[in-house]
């Protein structure tokens, strides 16, 4: 037999079962993901908050000023959502709604975490970076 000419053939049973295979993988590494993803959210938050004070102490006038402070305080904000994301939580399935559904929303949530901590470790950063160089 020749490799090169033997061909995979799927047939329409062998892809819905690919599927459903690949929606229970996804289902059972959920909390997983987000356990994952709070763990590295609240590392990158925290390391931009040692950061930010490092280069303030390394700078001529190193002082605590509003500006670092409105920084510091929307990278804290940053870190508690990502502890929010890291922390496990006891989940309860009603009966009516599928497993699917379910699982749809739990990845909104994600989402709809990830979008906010995204933007206030942006406005830590972005005020950060202002107080740093803006004197």
């Known amino acids: 037999m020749n490799?090169?000419?033997?061909?995979?053939?799927?047939?329409?049973?062998?892809t819905a079962d690919g599927m459903r295979e690949w929606i229970r993988s996804e289902i059972r590494r959920g909390p997983e993901s987000r356990h994952g993803l709070g763990r590295f959210l609240f590392?990158?938050?925290?390391?931009?908050m040692g950061t930010m004070v490092a280069l303030e102490k390394l700078s001529d006038c190193?002082?605590?000023?509003?500006?670092?402070?409105?920084?510091?305080?929307?990278?804290?904000?940053?870190?508690?959502?990502?502890?929010?994301?890291?922390i496990p939580k006891r989940n309860s399935f009603p009966v009516e709604k599928a497993l699917v559904v379910l699982?749809?929303?739990?990845?909104?949530?994600?989402?709809?975490?990830?979008?906010w901590w995204f933007v206030t470790w942006l406005s830590g950063v972005a005020v950060g970076v202002f107080a740093a160089i803006g004197r």
């Open 62 to 86: 190193a002082k605590l000023d509003w500006w670092l402070g409105v920084s510091l305080a929307a990278l804290l904000v940053s870190a508690v959502i990502a502890l929010v994301l890291a």
């Open 103 to 115: 699982h749809s929303e739990y990845l909104e949530r994600i989402a709809r975490f990830s979008r």
């Open 43 to 48: 590392g990158v938050s925290s390391a931009t």
């Open 3 to 14: 490799a090169m000419n033997d061909e995979i053939r799927l047939r329409g049973q062998d």
